[in-house]
């Protein structure tokens, strides 16, 4: 478990967590990714075992075995339909990735929460409906929860109705300048923010809330169905079907990238979950 909160840990630069898998949207093995792009450091590891915690999340531990036969493409699946996104063009461009690197590290943040270029790409090959924004971003949660002292089984899952949406056909800078502006979005912390709903992590939950678990494992239906009250209109028949597709969806990324693309469709329950 992370040690107890220090000096040192409080430093740790929270950029390092939105820049350690730049490689992937290059397409790339961290092997052979880049250790510097636009005179920025990427592909640095994160500290405090914030990633390892992060992919136990959203992968099997151990050695990865292909999921999905004929797949083995960084383009993200998508969950809703099954197909390849038709703009999931990997290796994204570098204009595209500017953005998701440079800046302070609230401002990463913001641009990773808001980005539609991350979620073009999965989080492994081996698992295409995962997704590679959702890991990030959560990978800095527990990084940033890590060097405030607390310890992964201290955390929770806060799910709530979302006040502020994001902007809707904007583009990439006012989509990020509106989450640094929303009271919602709490820097590091918020994992998903969409129209509908807005989940973060934290260790003094206050409002709709979920433990997480002794450690960290595939365990988000769990999570999900564990968490208290009602975080918007579950009465909705769209919300119902998706309330019940997030009971069997056991990777985080994957089921934070549902979500996202659930809203952004708004679907009405008529497409069945492909995993």
């Known amino acids: 478990m992370p040690p107890a909160a220090t000096d040192e840990a409080a430093s740790v630069d929270m950029a390092i967590a939105y820049r350690h898998d730049i490689h992937k949207l290059r ?97 492994s090959v081996y698992l295409p409906y995962s997704s590679l924004k959702y890991h990030v971003l959560v990978v800095a949660a527990l990084l940033d929860a890590y060097r405030a002292g607390h310890a992964f089984d201290d955390l929770y899952l806060v799910a709530e109705p979302t006040p502020d949406g994001p902007p809707r056909n904007a583009d990439r800078a006012a989509r990020r300048e509106a989450a640094l502006d929303a009271d919602c979005v709490v820097p590091h ?33 769990d999570v999900w169905s564990r968490v208290s009250g009602s975080p918007l209109g579950r009465e909705a028949q769209w919300w119902r ?18 979500i996202e693309d659930a809203v952004a469709e708004d679907t009405r329950g008529t497409t069945e979950v492909s995993e």
């Open 27 to 123: 397409g790339r093995q961290h092997g052979s990714g880049r250790d510097e792009l636009f005179d920025v450091a990427v592909n640095e590891p994160v500290p405090m075992q914030a990633d390892r915690d992060a992919a136990l999340l959203s992968r099997p531990d151990g050695e990865p075995e292909q999921t999905v036969a004929n797949h083995a493409s960084p383009a993200r699946l998508s969950l809703l339909t099954g197909s390849v996104l038709e703009t999931g063009a990997v290796p994204v461009q570098y204009t595209a990735i500017t953005p998701l690197i440079d800046g302070s590290s609230d401002e990463l943040h913001a641009a990773w929460l808001t980005s539609e270029t991350a979620a073009l790409v999965n989080e």
């Open 189 to 221: 912390r918020t994992i998903l923010w969409t129209e509908a709903v807005t989940m973060r992590l934290t260790a003094s939950p206050d409002g709709p809330a979920a433990w997480l678990g002794p450690e960290p494992a595939e365990s988000f239906a």
């Open 241 to 258: 079907h998706i309330d019940a597709q997030l009971r069997r969806i056991r990777s985080w990324s994957t089921a934070l990238q549902y």
